[in-house]
């Protein structure tokens, strides 16, 4: 038992209890930190409707079959919060087999995220919407939309051109730092794949898992909020 | 075995002399131990900030630039604020008494996370490297605002490092309340239950709410404007498309509850101070623990009243205005009820009562100047002059900073053992009272008449009030000093302070001074708080 828990607890219920609610105060910061972004970008989309308008346009026409790339990691991402799911509920069993095969699904899935999103960003920068000095040259095909939004809302292509790269700012800004919790969240996966292998988790104790599925549905939520903000407003 | 010097010897085994290599202390898990590593910090971090001032008052002894530059004045000030505010201000309660004494209020063997915790402090020396690190460079001229566009184009000092600066140790200020929260709701000993919390924990459950829901907007703002000054996108700067607007609204909405975050750990300590000087339980227990949640939600309503004249429309400007005067209402029941819990109590006027007394005073003033500000039409008239200096510094040097001497003084005994000096104590108390009036009064006239903050000159007519403003600074100079000198004196040459040398009530009182390394040898059991009416009090 004195194993199990740490000095500063009376028992293994009150060690989790306080786990858990460690990481429900934590992800209240999260949801403060994405939020004070999300309102960022909220105030400039009202500002700048048409410039992010086209945005979003931009933003969605790097397809597969039909379906854009972040349709497909949506896809992807809920899958992955499926298998988290699965690995938990597996813990609380003790099937830990199952644990280590939903634990390497997740990790899978979640590299596939990264690699649709790094191949997103790859096409982005050939359309030249990267923002940033010198490095911001839409390409023909983009520019000539956008004199024509600006001759259609009588403004100044400058002004238009500039509210446009704000909006990849901002669209850079919010899928990096939430790659950067992916990111966290595929390393911590990593561990307790490790963990699991060595049978560190039994029925009574596997508060790491359960902890671990919390964040990995908040980062799912946080892009449930992303999609459609980034790809699907008109 | 490398000793610590200013350690002193102790027969019985507690945390201090558990094991004394320097590893033992700078990887040391424990909650008392991290207090005084950050009470070390803070303290040199305090000098930095309070020299600043020093030069910054010498240099308003003359209407003329006598002593240094306009760029350097403008430096010297930012350097102030940055430092007191993010390094001192708002660690100061939390992490050093907070964190030592919220464990052994609620009968706990330690925080919840006392790794986080040991991380925290590491954070915080991180983040306070690289804020120094740009002092060396060279500076920062920006204001502790760090106002866009000019932080974000157009300074050409070290802004980055400072940002990343504040940027870390906002995840210091994020990892302490997460643990403290989760402490208090998981970790209070057979018997405590909410009502029978002390005080001063209600007031660090409220700084906690502030710091894991404030911050986080800071540190994603701050990131904002680093992009900005790193890409040269346009964020928040007008002429590439920003809204310097919006980054005033984000900073503000941590920045006015993080004086929540200063004041109300000040409050916790006061309601102690209060009630053991008094003998008495505080009036209206439940009032004033219920203010202090209120203190803290209102506190995220009211942040564009730092933007009155900074363009928002009339109707925001009304209800921001409105919302202000809120905040009124919960300070005032705290007031109202420190003063009945001294009615008819049998009060003892020790070092630490003289520090809450102090602040009862100061707290008012500050806090009834802050209602004029609140108020539209006068916010136009005094808005970044002297007045808004005065005010708030009312509220954190004559309520915070007083707040947080006071406790020193009343806790000191059971973090080292040893007894203050009670007459030094008492003087440096009266002299820190002195010297902050004669330092910060004449500023609320200076900045009626029109005087601007921020500036290394002024009109010649203001002499008089600055040379006022500077000679308190100098006593107050003396007061801060003192206390340095007889606290030090006292680890050596202190009277051992016995368990309870005040006859507290409080759990922490029950343990040995300085606490074994578990706090308790027992987990305790708690009964009601403030039982001052069941103690003999015949041998004082």
């Known amino acids: ?234 | 075995m490398a000793s610590i010097p200013f350690i002193p010897e102790y027969t019985v085994e507690i945390y201090l002399n558990e094991r004394h290599t320097v590893a033992s202390w700078l990887l040391t898990k424990d909650h008392k131990r991290i207090a005084v590593l950050f009470m070390i910090s803070i303290t040199i971090l305090f000098a930095i900030g309070g020299s600043a001032a020093v030069i910054m008052r010498l240099q308003l002894l003359t209407p003329h630039s006598t002593l240094v530059e306009a760029e350097t004045y403008n430096k010297l000030f930012t350097l102030h604020g940055v430092v007191m505010v993010f390094f001192f201000l708002v660690p100061s309660i939390p992490a050093t008494l907070g964190n030592f004494l919220v464990p052994l209020m609620i009968g706990a063997r330690d925080l919840a996370f006392p790794r986080l915790n040991l991380a925290s402090w590491y954070l915080y020396i991180s983040g306070s490297t690289l804020a120094l690190t740009s002092l060396i460079l060279g500076g920062v001229d920006t204001g502790w605002t760090f106002y866009t566009p000019y932080s974000s184009t157009f300074s050409n000092t070290h802004v980055i490092l400072a940002i990343t600066g504040v940027f870390i140790v906002g995840f210091s200020s994020i990892f302490t309340g997460l643990n403290f929260i989760v402490t208090i709701h998981k970790m209070r000993c057979p018997g405590m239950t909410w009502f029978r919390l002390p005080l001063f924990i209600w007031s660090m459950y409220a700084t906690s709410i502030i710091f894991v829901l404030a911050t986080p907007v800071l540190a994603i703002t701050l990131a904002l404007v680093a992009l900005e000054r790193i890409l040269g996108v346009g964020i928040f700067d007008p002429a590439l498309g920003g809204d310097p607007i919006l980054f005033q609204h984000l900073f503000w909405f941590y920045s006015h509850p993080a004086v929540y975050i200063m004041i109300l750990p000040g409050m916790g300590v006061i309601s102690e101070l209060i009630t053991c000087y008094s003998r008495k339980s505080p009036f209206g227990y439940v009032f004033i623990a219920m203010s202090s949640l209120a203190i803290a939600v209102l506190g995220f309503l009211v942040w564009a009243h730092h933007m009155f004249v900074a363009g928002i429309s009339i109707y925001g400007g009304l209800v921001f205005s409105m919302l202000s005067f809120l905040v009124a209402i919960p300070s005032a029941i705290k007031v109202f009820n420190w003063t009945s819990t001294l009615y008819k109590g049998s009060i003892q006027l020790d070092t630490p009562m003289l520090y809450a007394l102090g602040f009862i005073g100061l707290f008012t003033i500050g806090g009834l100047t802050g209602l004029f500000l609140a108020t539209l039409g006068v916010d136009m008239h005094v808005h970044d002059t002297y007045f808004v200096i005065a005010h708030f510094h009312y509220i954190m040097v004559g309520g915070a900073v007083m707040a947080y001497m006071g406790g020193l003084h009343f806790w000191w005994p059971k973090i080292t053992g040893k007894l203050y000096p009670e007459v030094w104590g008492r003087v440096a108390a009266a002299i820190l009272f002195l010297g902050f009036n004669l330092t910060f009064f004449p500023q609320f006239i200076l900045g009626y008449l029109g005087m601007p903050r921020r500036y290394y000159a002024y009109a010649p007519e203001f002499q008089v009030y600055n040379v006022m403003s500077s000679c308190g600074a100098s006593i107050l100079a003396i007061g801060y000093l003192l206390p340095f000198a007889y606290l030090l004196w006292s680890l050596k040459y202190g009277k051992p302070a016995g368990n309870n040398p005040f006859k507290a009530a409080g759990l922490e009182w029950t343990t040995a001074s300085p606490p074994p390394k578990h706090n308790f040898l027992k987990t305790p059991i708690a009964g009601e708080p403030y039982a001052y009416h069941e103690m003999d009090f015949s041998d004082v």
Request: hydrophobic fraction near 50%; aromatic fraction near 14%.
């Open chain 1, 1 to 234: 038992m004195s194993e199990l828990v740490a000095e500063q607890f009376d028992d293994l219920a009150q060690q989790t209890e306080a786990d858990t609610l460690g990481m429900w105060a934590f992800l209240a910061t999260e949801v403060l930190f994405f939020g004070a972004m999300i309102c960022g970008y909220c105030v400039y989309r009202l500002l700048y409707f048409t410039a992010w308008h086209r945005g979003s346009l931009v933003c969605d026409n790097f397809r597969w079959l039909g379906v854009g790339s972040g349709g497909w990691n949506t896809a992807v991402l809920l899958t992955s919060s499926l298998t988290v799911a699965i690995g938990v509920r597996a813990a609380q069993l003790g099937h830990n087999r199952t644990l280590s095969l939903m634990l390497s699904l997740t990790l899978i899935l979640g590299i596939a995220f990264l690699a649709i999103k790094a191949a997103e960003y790859t096409h982005e920068y050939h359309e030249g919407v990267v923002p940033g000095y010198g490095v911001f040259h839409p390409d023909d095909e983009i520019s000539a939309d956008l004199r024509r939004d600006a001759a259609r809302s009588h403004m100044s292509e400058v002004v238009l051109r500039r509210q446009f790269q704000l909006f990849w700012v901002f669209y850079f800004f919010m899928t990096g730092v939430h790659a950067l919790h992916m990111l966290v969240g595929i390393g911590l996966f990593t561990w307790l794949l490790m963990e699991t292998r060595r049978g560190r988790f039994t029925p009574q104790k596997h508060a790491p898992v359960e902890l671990m599925g919390l964040y990995w549905h908040f980062v799912d939520l946080v892009w449930i909020f992303l999609l459609p903000l980034l790809y699907l407003v008109r």
